[in-house]
């Protein structure tokens, strides 16, 4: 239990490496509010790693990782996000309040960071047997699911009709099923739609379906592409997209929801509900002040029960973000960002190690036509 967080500093005289138990849901925050000097002082706080990143993060399960750049400025974030701001928006807060260096966001979970250390993730999570999924094991794998409707599927099928819908947006679900399965999976939604089930995306968005979208999948038969956008770091480990779907293009695209938005021709969220969302998370973070150990919370409320609790050492490392008056100048740049346009998509890093620049303003995607 826990949401473990791993923290490199690298620098001319080589690695510092950090650990915290609890620090990993909320470090793209953090960073953003405290800016350079507190966030070094804070990690340095954090209990001390040896002096290998491959070894501390092969021998522990880690949620979130930190790459804090001294050479050449860059700072590189994953964390074990639950979807509550757009990490465009923490980039920018990161250079705003690291004056003059770069924030990249991990957008596949740790797999970046790791690659931004000069790490090949397969080298530590090599794994020679894939769980696959069948169609017949997956039945609530679908627009009639009970799970959700925050995410957005667009199949363009071979004969190159699009076919949209609402449902759980498992990335890793898909990748599992591979091309073939999902193909079938796409026609038996298309086959119950025509005999009238509300399963495709105008059928379901009369008022039954208001949740705000925080992740698409698009796949392309035509194309052989399976693409996807996450506003939460999408993971699938080990990740078996050569093997699943042997010859396709498989492409994380950051938080770019509006590549998406393009293809199907609808308008998928709100810049102003967005910054304000993250006004909203960055303020009530910072009016908490200080965060308490989260064990402590679970572990009062599981004695009151009548539970008895043993807290192992580990769990109590934690040190955490230092808020004050001057936190709130975030605030205030949300402010300023909220009344410009919109931002381009987040600069990512994926997990091969590419680094994808934001887009420019000129070339943002604008919604077509309804096809």
């Known amino acids: 239990m826990g949401s473990r967080l791993v923290v490199a500093i690298r620098s001319e005289t080589g690695w510092e490496l950090y650990y915290d138990h609890w620090a990993a849901q909320t470090i793209g925050q953090d960073i953003a509010i405290n800016g350079f000097e507190k966030t070094l002082k804070r990690v340095r706080a954090m209990v001390p790693l040896g002096d290998s990143l491959h070894e501390c993060v092969k021998s522990t399960l880690i949620e979130g990782m930190l790459l804090i750049d001294m050479a050449t400025k860059h700072v590189t974030w994953a964390e074990e996000s639950d979807g509550l701001y757009m990490p465009r928006l923490i980039n920018a807060l990161v250079e705003n309040s690291w004056p003059g260096w770069t924030a990249i966001w991990s957008a596949e979970s740790t797999d970046g960071v790791l690659q931004a250390a000069g790490i090949d993730p397969a080298d530590i999570f090599a794994e020679k047997h894939y769980a696959t999924r069948t169609l017949e094991g997956s039945a609530w794998f679908g627009p009639w699911d009970d799970f959700g409707d925050s995410g957005v599927f667009s199949i363009r099928l071979d004969d190159g009709q699009l076919v949209v819908w609402r449902g759980l947006g498992d990335l890793d679900a898909v990748t599992k099923l591979g091309p073939d399965n999902m193909r079938q999976h796409t026609l038996t939604v298309l086959e119950r739609a025509r005999a009238g089930e509300p399963l ?143 931002l381009p998509p987040a600069r990512i890093i994926t997990r091969d190690g590419r680094i994808k620049p934001p887009l420019v303003a000129d070339r943002l995607l604008t919604p077509k036509a309804r096809p």
């Open 200 to 342: 495709l995306w105008d059928e379901q968005n009369e008022g039954a379906f208001e949740e705000i979208p925080d992740t698409g999948i698009h796949i392309d038969f035509p194309a052989r592409e399976l693409r996807w956008w996450s506003i939460s770091g999408e993971y699938t480990s080990p990740c078996p997209f050569k093997e699943m779907w042997p010859g396709w293009t498989t492409e994380s695209m950051g938080d770019n929801y509006e590549w998406q938005a393009q293809i199907i021709g609808r308008t998928l969220r709100s810049w102003a509900d967005d910054v304000e969302e993250c006004r909203q998370q960055l303020a009530s973070a910072i009016d908490e002040g200080e965060r308490p150990n989260p064990m402590w919370g679970m572990v009062e409320a599981m004695t009151e029960k009548g539970h008895k609790i043993d807290v192992y050492a580990v769990a109590a490392e934690f040190v955490p973000a230092s808020f004050d008056a001057t936190s709130y100048s975030a605030l205030d740049f949300l402010d300023q960002l909220k009344d410009g346009a919109p």
